[in-house]
Each structure stands twice: as C-alpha cells, then as structure tokens.
C-alpha cells in the first residue's frame, strides 16, 4: 500500500475550519484515500473516505486533488473535542497501514 | 451503525501468563477482522488479518506461535497472547469489515484493549 505524509502537529482555532494535508504521491489507481481520527485511549473512528471525486458527510470533507497525489480533510467548523491525532490512509479496501498521522489540537 | 466492541478493555496480569482478547461485531456480521498493536505515542501497527473459517494471516515479524487468532464466526475474533512477557504490555485493537460490503467500505474499530504484564 502507498505511504503517507502528513504533518506532525496542526493548531486550529475553535470554530474556524480545519484543512488537515496527506500527500500519497505513490497512490495507485485502485486505491483509495480514508480519513480516521484516534482520540487518546480510544480506537480509531472513521471520518469519510474516497477514490477520485470529492466527498462530504455530516463530519467533514474529502478534498483529493485531480492526480491524487494529495488529499486535504477539512473540519468546517472545529470544535475542542475534534482534538485528535488523525490519520490518511491509503488502501484497496483491505490491509491499513497508518502513518503517524497529525496530532490536532483545537484551542478555544 | 457499524458497532465493534473489545472485551476486556483493561487487563493486567503476571508474566508467563496468556491473555484472550475478544472483537466482536454486534450489529454486522464480518467476514474479515484485522488485529493491531499500539505502543505508547506510536500509531497502530498492523498485526493480522483474520478470515472467518481460515487461518490468519500475520505481518512479517509477528510471531503466529506468540498471537494466536481464532475467527470462527462472523462475529467473532479472538487474539491470545500466548505466554505473555512485560515486553508484549500494549494496546491491542481490531476492527472490522461488513460482509457483502461492496469493495473499499471502511473498516470499524473497536476501543480497544490495554493489557499490561507485570
């Protein structure tokens, strides 16, 4: 499965949308691109996922760049229990392997 | 919903000991389970894969002998830590995928389990 790169940290302010970037340059055409969130101690939680278009659901939206070589989460409206580390993963639908992921912070 | 619950969330116990870590899916029946392991301000790391009525599959440099997977329902997978040592105190958490989900649905993950050998 292709790699991921995200930031290691993001601040962002509550209420105020935020834009989390995964590159996967390596991404292959049966690929797709999934968004989960860990909060500490507990499993990860599914966000949203997609192939090539855009998608969004009542937790955020999936921006995937025209090559897909990069991706962008965005939290339209973050609030403090968004903190979390959040991961990009790449996968056909079977095996994930994370990354290390964004440690997001959201500050009042 | 997709619900997979972890049983216990908590463990501790003495070394040389082995440890049954129980997933299950209580509102979908799951063809396919997944095992990871998470130490400390580490992300998760594939252990398994686990196929109802067929052996598991292991990552390279997961010992079968050490984590024994059993999946032999479509509800139901368990990971025993076989003669469990300080070095094997973890967070082990699974997840797992509908049956008859059309190819790429996500993956549920359970809250996972702490087990800590003294």
């Known amino acids: 499965d292709a790699k991921t790169t995200q930031p290691t940290s993001m601040d962002c302010a509550e209420g105020r949308a935020a834009n989390l970037p995964c590159n996967h340059s390596t991404i292959s055409g049966n690929e797709y691109v999934y968004w989960y969130r860990q909060i500490h101690s507990q499993g990860p939680q599914y966000i949203i996922h997609g192939l090539k278009n855009n998608e969004t659901n009542e937790m955020a939206s999936l921006i995937i760049t025209e090559d897909r070589k990069s991706s962008t989460l965005i939290l339209p409206h973050a609030t403090l229990r968004d903190t979390a580390v959040y991961y990009c993963?790449?996968?056909?639908?079977?095996?994930?392997?994370f990354g290390t992921g964004t440690s997001l912070t959201v500050i009042p | 919903g997709a619900v997979v619950s972890q049983h216990p969330s908590w463990v501790i116990c003495k070394s040389g000991t082995s440890v049954k870590i129980e997933c299950r899916s209580l509102?979908?029946?799951?063809?396919?389970m997944f095992w990871y392991r998470q130490f400390p301000k580490q992300s998760l790391m594939l252990m398994a894969t686990?196929?109802?009525?067929?052996?598991?599959?292991?990552e390279q440099g997961v010992e079968k002998d050490k984590f024994l997977i059993n999946h032999a329902s479509l509800t139901l997978s368990t990971l025993t830590v076989t003669s469990a040592h300080p070095e094997d105190s973890s967070f082990y958490i699974c997840s797992a995928i509908k049956q008859g989900s059309i190819k790429n649905q996500p993956q549920h993950f359970g809250d996972g389990t702490r087990l800590s050998i003294l």
């Open positions: 993963i790449v996968s056909t639908g079977n095996q994930f392997y």
């Open positions: 509102d979908f029946q799951a063809t396919t």
């Open positions: 686990s196929n109802e009525g067929s052996k598991a599959t292991y």
